[in-house]
C-alpha cells in the first residue's frame, strides 16, 4: 500500500505539493528539497554564503567604483557604515540559514573553536569567493570603473607591515565580538547582528585611512582577481587570519573551550548542527 499523498509508481500525488510546485516530482526528491534538517542541504547553506558575499561586496567595493565614475558622491562615513549595515542585514534575515560568515576568517575562527566542522570551511570559502568575485565583476560592467578603484591597499603614508598590524588587531575585534556574541556563555540571539555590524561600522570610521580596515581576505582578493593587481595583498591574507585565531585564544581565555550548542547553532544555522560540547549550551 502505497503512503499518504504518493501513488503506486513512487509520484506524488498532485494535489499533495500543490503549493510549493512540486507535484509529480519523486517522494524522496521532494523529501531533499524541503527538509533543512537532512545534512545533504548543504547547498543551501553555501548559496546562503555566495548571496551574502555578493551583497556584502556591492557595498564593500561598489563605494569606491561609485566614486572613480562619479566624482567621489560618497563620504567616507557612507563608505564605511555602508557594509556594517548591509552585514547587520544579512545576519538578521539568513543567519540561521548558513551562520551569516560571509569571510574566510569567520569561518576557520568557528572551526578552530570547534563551532563549526573543518569538512565544511573549503566549501564555504569557496562559496564566499564564488559570490565576491560575481559582485566586482557586475559593478564593473555596470559602473564602467576598474575593480581596483573598490579594492582594499595601505595609504600610500604608511607601510605594509603597519598595515598588516591593523588589519590583525581590527579582525582581532570583530572576531572577538562574533565569538563572544554566538556562545552559550553569552548567546545574545539576533540581536547579535546589532554588535557584528556596529563594529564594522565603528572599525572603518577610525582605521579605514589606514588599511581600508577589510578584516576580510575574501572582500580584498576579489577585486584584486577582477582587476589583476594583488599589491600588499598578503597584508589582507595574513593579517585576518592571525587576527582570527589570537581571537579564538582569547575566546578560549574568556569562556572556556567551544561555543556549546548555542555556539554551534550561531556558526552552523539551523539546517543540521553537530555540536562539540552541548553541555556548554
Same mark, same amino acid.
Given at each position: 500500500?502505497?503512503?499518504?499523498?504518493?501513488?503506486?509508481?513512487?509520484?506524488d500525488d498532485?494535489g499533495?505539493?500543490p503549493? #510549493?510546485?512540486?507535484?509529480?516530482?519523486?517522494?524522496?526528491?521532494?523529501?531533499?528539497?524541503?527538509?533543512?534538517?537532512?545534512?545533504?542541504?548543504?547547498?543551501?547553506?553555501?548559496?546562503s554564503?555566495?548571496?551574502?558575499t555578493?551583497?556584502?561586496?556591492?557595498?564593500? /567595493?561598489?563605494?569606491?567604483?561609485?566614486?572613480a565614475?562619479f566624482?567621489?558622491?560618497?563620504s567616507?562615513?557612507?563608505?564605511?557604515?555602508? &557594509? !556594517?549595515?548591509?552585514?547587520?542585514?544579512?545576519?538578521?534575515?539568513?543567519? $540561521?540559514?548558513?551562520g551569516?560568515?560571509?569571510?574566510?576568517?569567520?569561518?576557520?575562527?568557528?572551526? +578552530?573553536?570547534?563551532?563549526?566542522?573543518?569538512? $565544511?570551511?573549503? !566549501?564555504?570559502?569557496?562559496?564566499?569567493?564564488?559570490?565576491?568575485?560575481?559582485?566586482? #565583476?557586475?559593478?564593473q560592467?555596470?559602473?564602467?570603473?576598474?575593480?581596483?578603484?573598490?579594492?582594499?591597499y &595601505? =595609504?600610500?603614508?604608511?607601510?605594509?607591515? =603597519?598595515?598588516?598590524?591593523?588589519?590583525?588587531?581590527?579582525?582581532?575585534?570583530?572576531?572577538?565580538?562574533?565569538?563572544?556574541?554566538?556562545?552559550?556563555?553569552q548567546?545574545?540571539g539576533?540581536i547579535g547582528?546589532?554588535?557584528?555590524?556596529?563594529?564594522?561600522?565603528? /572599525?572603518g570610521?577610525?582605521?579605514?585611512?589606514?588599511?581600508?580596515?577589510?578584516?576580510?581576505?575574501t $572582500?580584498?582578493?576579489?577585486?584584486?582577481?577582477?582587476?589583476?593587481?594583488f599589491?600588499?595583498?598578503?597584508?589582507? #591574507?595574513?593579517?585576518?587570519? +592571525?587576527?582570527?585565531a589570537?581571537?579564538?585564544? /582569547?575566546?578560549?581565555? #574568556? $569562556?572556556?573551550r567551544?561555543?556549546?550548542?548555542?555556539?554551534?547553532?550561531?556558526?552552523?544555522?539551523?539546517?543540521?548542527?553537530?555540536?562539540?560540547?552541548?553541555?556548554?549550551?
Amino acid at each position: 500500500m502505497s503512503s499518504p499523498g504518493v501513488t503506486p509508481n513512487g509520484l506524488d500525488d498532485p494535489g499533495f505539493w500543490p503549493h #510549493l510546485g512540486l507535484s509529480g516530482l519523486p517522494k524522496g526528491v521532494v523529501e531533499r528539497i524541503t527538509d533543512f534538517n537532512n545534512p545533504k542541504q548543504e547547498w543551501r547553506r553555501l548559496f546562503s554564503e555566495v548571496m551574502g558575499t555578493f551583497l556584502l561586496l556591492l557595498v564593500a /567595493a561598489g563605494a569606491g567604483m561609485m566614486n572613480a565614475a562619479f566624482g567621489d558622491p560618497i563620504s567616507r562615513t557612507a563608505a564605511v557604515v555602508a &557594509p !556594517g549595515l548591509m552585514v547587520m542585514a544579512m545576519i538578521l534575515f539568513m543567519g $540561521r540559514v548558513s551562520g551569516a560568515h560571509f569571510n574566510p576568517a569567520v569561518s576557520i575562527a568557528f572551526a +578552530l573553536r570547534g563551532d563549526f566542522p573543518w569538512r $565544511r570551511v573549503p !566549501g564555504y570559502i569557496i562559496a564566499q569567493l564564488v559570490g565576491a568575485v560575481l559582485a566586482v #565583476l557586475l559593478l564593473q560592467a555596470v559602473i564602467g570603473e576598474s575593480a581596483s578603484n573598490g579594492a582594499t591597499y &595601505p =595609504a600610500q603614508s604608511t607601510t605594509d607591515v =603597519a598595515a598588516f598590524l591593523m588589519e590583525v588587531i581590527l579582525t582581532f575585534g570583530l572576531v572577538s565580538v562574533i565569538l563572544g556574541t554566538a556562545s552559550g556563555a553569552q548567546n545574545i540571539g539576533i540581536i547579535g547582528a546589532l554588535g557584528v555590524g556596529g563594529y564594522i561600522a565603528l /572599525a572603518g570610521l577610525w582605521a579605514s585611512p589606514l588599511s581600508g580596515a577589510s578584516m576580510n581576505p575574501t $572582500r580584498s582578493l576579489a577585486p584584486d582577481l577582477v582587476a589583476g593587481d594583488f599589491t600588499a595583498y598578503w597584508v589582507y #591574507l595574513a593579517g585576518p587570519l +592571525l587576527g582570527a585565531a589570537l581571537a579564538v585564544v /582569547a575566546a578560549y581565555m #574568556l $569562556r572556556g573551550r567551544g561555543g556549546g550548542l548555542a555556539g554551534s547553532q550561531a556558526a552552523q544555522g539551523a539546517l543540521f548542527t553537530q555540536p562539540k560540547s552541548p553541555e556548554k549550551a
